[in-house]
């Protein structure tokens, strides 16, 4: 079933989604993709809150805790949400629930409340989160891909996911106060793979973009003029902007700040949306980082980080192949 949440160009106070390290070498050209696509991220149930009634909760009393991942209840493999309900519902006296937390697996026994014919063990779960956002770039020697230039709501929900097609349906001007956003679907295509959700993108591997033209990869942005490589129709442009500051010490994605000034992107969208978070930032002809931030009382401005940063994740996190 297709979904339509959309994913942000992050706001200060506005969300806008373990392998070994390897040597390699950073790519010195990469094709600045600004493309929009869907992505999935998140697999299995996710307790975000813990919840009671009449005075019990059944979930906290047997040690749960926000955060864990439930990967079986009563010895039934849990792949969604309604495998929990299903589970639940069935329970005959006690569960015991295979869990993970910090990347260790533990069990615990749950005494279910019942009451009213119903049963009840007390949690609230996530089950992965599917949006839009935009591809920053692709390396045509290795098939890797970066985007959104800030993680999937919060690294919580977990590394693995989908790039998959969509369908933009329209555009939600941003005014002050009032975050834009691009309006889409979610499509069936899958077009790769997404191992890392990380603080200054998500990476992983997909199919070739149409577009395969790579350009250099800049060593760092100066304040002046640029562009962004932008779809918020649906079709690829771009849009001038102007970097007003660059952080000499960033804090994760804000490395530098960006003012959109093309005419023709502030009447389309009023500016940053949410969904165009990951639009490659090029200038001087080289690629030098990605839109990542909003800001809510004038989105005309936002953040962006630097495809360095980008780069560095990908190398610490064992992205890139050597022999690729």
């Known amino acids: 079933m297709k979904k339509t949440i959309k994913f942000a160009a992050l706001a200060?106070?506005?969300?806008?989604?373990?392998?070994?390290?390897?040597?390699?070498?950073?790519?010195?050209?990469?094709?600045?993709?600004?493309?929009?696509?869907?992505?999935?991220?998140?697999?299995?149930?996710?307790?975000?809150?813990?919840?009671?009634?009449?005075?019990?909760?059944?979930?906290?009393?047997?040690?749960?805790?926000?955060?864990?991942?439930?990967?079986?209840?009563?010895?039934k493999r849990l792949e969604n949400a309604s495998d929990l309900v299903g589970a639940v519902a069935e329970a005959d006296g006690a569960l015991t629930v295979l869990c993970e937390r910090g990347g260790e697996e533990f069990t615990a026994v749950i005494e279910p409340y019942r009451s009213g014919g119903e049963c009840y063990i007390g949690v609230w779960i996530r089950d992965g989160i599917s949006g839009i956002g935009t591809v920053t770039f692709y390396d045509p020697a290795s098939g890797v891909f970066g985007a959104l230039g800030h993680p999937v709501s919060d690294e919580s929900v977990g590394d693995d996911g989908e790039i998959r097609d969509c369908v933009l349906s329209g555009v939600l001007r941003g005014k002050p106060g009032e975050p834009g956003e691009l309006t889409g679907e979610v499509g069936d295509n899958v077009l790769g793979t997404i191992t890392v959700n990380s603080s200054v993108g998500i990476f992983g591997t997909m199919d070739s973009p149409e577009d395969t033209g790579a350009i250099p990869v800049g060593a760092e942005a100066r304040t002046g003029e640029a562009e962004i490589i932008a779809s918020p129709d649906g079709v690829r442009n771009r849009y001038a902007i102007e970097i007003t500051r660059v952080y000499p010490d960033p804090d994760g994605a804000k490395c530098m700040m960006v003012r959109v000034t093309d005419p023709e992107l502030i009447a389309k969208t009023g500016g940053i949306v949410q969904g165009l978070s990951g639009s490659p930032i090029v200038q001087d002809g080289k690629l030098v980082g990605a839109v990542t931030h909003v800001l809510i009382s004038d989105p005309t401005r936002g953040y962006a980080v630097s495809i360095q940063k980008m780069l560095e994740e990908c190398r610490e996190r064992g992205i890139y192949d050597p022999a690729a």
Do not use: M, Y
């Open 12 to 75: 200060l106070a506005f969300c806008l989604l373990s392998v070994p390290a390897l040597a390699w070498d950073s790519p010195t050209e990469l094709v600045p993709v600004g493309e929009v696509r869907g992505i999935t991220v998140g697999t299995g149930l996710v307790i975000t809150e813990l919840g009671e009634k009449d005075g019990r909760a059944p979930a906290r009393e047997a040690g749960l805790q926000p955060g864990d991942k439930l990967i079986s209840l009563g010895g």
